[in-house]
Structure formats: C-alpha cells, structure tokens
C-alpha cells in the first residue's frame, strides 16, 4: 500500500502551521464576511464537528431530510482556511454556501481571522477543550489523518504539544487570545466541550439565547438527540468516513467522545511536568477549564 506523503509543519507569522491552512493566505485573508455569518472557531479536536452539527440543526433542521442524508457535514459548514489540491478552497466553499446564515468554521488563531468578520461583527462561537483531553484527541487524529504531519510517538507528540509546536501553533496561546477578546468584541460567545458533555441541553439552551434563536421544546430536544456521540458516530454525514486523507481503522473519527481519557495514556510523570508547565503558561485565573466531571 502506498504510505501517504506527510505535511511538515513551518513557522507562519509565529506560528506553526502546515501548507494546507496556509496557501490560500491572501483570498482567506481579504474572505468579504457577511454581517449575519456565524463562525465557529476553535482548536483542532476541540469540538468543531459537534457545535457545527449543532448549529446547522438548529438553522436548517426544518429543512427536510434530503439535506441531513445527502450533504455532509464538511460541506454544510466549510473550512474556512482549508485548501487541498482539486478540490474548492474553504473560502470558495463558503462563497458559494445556497443557505443563510452561512456557518462556517475555522481553527484560526484569533490573530489570523480575516478582518471582514470583525467588521461586519459577526457573532462567533469559540469552543475550548480542556487541553490533556484536547492534546490526546488530536495525537489519535493525528495518525489517522496523512493531511496532518507525522505524529511519532506519544512521548514525542507531547512534548511537541507543549511547546507549541502543532499545526495551528500553541494551545495556551489560542484559548488565551481568543479568552482576552471577548473583553473587546461582545458577538463572541465562548463554550466549553466539558459543559456539552455534562449537559447538552442546556448548552443548546445558551447557545439558543446567544443567537436569538427560540425553538420549540420538541425542536430543541430532536436536535439533543441528534448529536449525542453515538448517532453522530454513526451518521456517514457527520463522521467523516468518506474523507480521503483519513483512516478510520487507525482510530476512528468519532472516537471516544470522553472527558478525562487523558487519564489512559499519561503517565504520572508526564502529568506532573504537564501540570508544572501549564501552571506558567495559563496565568488567568477566569479562565478555567475541567480535566474531569
Ligand atoms: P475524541 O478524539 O476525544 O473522541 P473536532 O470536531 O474539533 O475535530 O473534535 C473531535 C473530538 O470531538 C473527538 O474527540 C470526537 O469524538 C469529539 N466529538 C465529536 N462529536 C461529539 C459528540 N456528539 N459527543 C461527544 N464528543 C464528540
């Protein structure tokens, strides 16, 4: 079988990213943002999938089946940096989207959003996942995705995490600057994968209250239901199984769904130079994030 070719990661403007998030800089960077699109923001194997689902149900879940069976998910809510060869960009993606409002993700930096989003004020959606959780998911994604650089071993792919160097660069740094800019930007909402997991429902409710949106008890509770981990799991249009650089007999897509799976891959010492290292870098006590519930 031919071994897929791997992406090396580089330094972008002080942070570590890979050519595929890269290369339609100068058209992500001038995207026009319309002022009713809502973007999702996150770091990768933060949550990206489950909010999106989420959203689009709430949007466009009256819409009939045929868009729910048809149309997966990636290509309801675009990537909005993506750009892989033959296929449309994220931002041509987006571009043509029929619905409104657009849905569209990203796992920008906060400093690299396009400004038209700003402008426009368009309300977005950051979700933040605690980071051993958030570092053992994408390790697992990692390997079974030839789009992202080799892991290595998880010793390695650790210690590489801790120090930034990952595609879309530094945990702390992301969840940080993106933490510190709702202090100056109101339309951004932040969200934890911890708090979806402990209650849906009322997740949705905020998410609900954030975007005006008032369905029904039946409505909001046929979305809850849709997008518990295991009918996402197995829905082809959410778990991308048809993706072509992913091999879901390395580690399926949808994988555990867990807080706190941490606890089966670090060991003690592991943990404690984690916990050391992390105490430096996350020195804002209101940001606080749950290894466990
Ligand atoms: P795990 O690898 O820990 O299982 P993203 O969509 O940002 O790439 O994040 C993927 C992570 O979110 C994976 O975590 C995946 O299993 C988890 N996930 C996706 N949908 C979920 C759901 N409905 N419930 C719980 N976890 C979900």
């Known amino acids: 079988m031919e071994v897929p070719h791997r992406p090396e990661m580089f330094d972008f403007h002080g942070v570590c990213m890979v050519h595929q998030f890269t290369d339609n800089w100068d058209n992500l960077q001038n995207f026009k943002a319309r002022p009713d699109d809502i973007l999702i923001a996150t770091y990768p194997k933060a949550g990206t999938t489950w909010v999106s689902y989420i959203l689009d149900l709430l949007y466009f879940g009256h819409m009939g089946p045929d868009r729910q069976t048809s149309i997966p998910l990636n290509d309801r809510v675009p990537f909005l940096e993506i750009c892989k060869p033959c296929l ?16 569209i993700k990203t796992h ?3 400093q690299f959003v396009p ?11 950051y979700v933040a996942r605690n980071a051993k959780d958030n570092v053992v998911s994408y390790f697992h994604f990692a390997r079974m995705n030839s789009a992202l650089p080799e892991p290595g071993d998880w010793s390695s792919y650790l210690q590489g995490f801790m120090a930034g160097k990952r595609a879309f660069g530094s945990w702390y740094d992301h969840v940080n600057n993106w933490w510190e800019k709702k202090e100056t930007y109101s339309n951004l909402y932040y969200m934890f994968y911890e708090d979806l997991i402990e209650d849906c429902g009322r997740e949705i409710d905020r998410l609900c209250s954030f975007l005006g949106l008032s369905p029904s008890v039946e409505e909001k509770e046929r979305v809850r239901a849709s997008v518990t981990f295991d009918s996402m799991k197995q829905n082809k249009m959410t778990n991308n199984s048809a993706v072509k650089t992913m091999n879901h007999k390395v580690s399926p897509f949808m994988r555990k769904g867990k807080v706190g799976d941490w606890k089966n891959h670090f060991t ?15 020195k804002n006590p209101d940001l606080k994030f749950r290894f466990e519930i």
């Open 88 to 103: 449309p960009t994220g931002t041509e993606q987006a571009e043509k989207l029929p619905t409104t409002p657009r849905l």
């Open 108 to 110: 920008l930096p906060v």
């Open 115 to 125: 400004q038209s989003f700003w402008q426009q004020r368009c309300r977005i959606i």
């Open 268 to 282: 003690v010492a592991q943990n404690e130079k984690f916990d050391e290292d992390y105490k430096q870098k996350m």
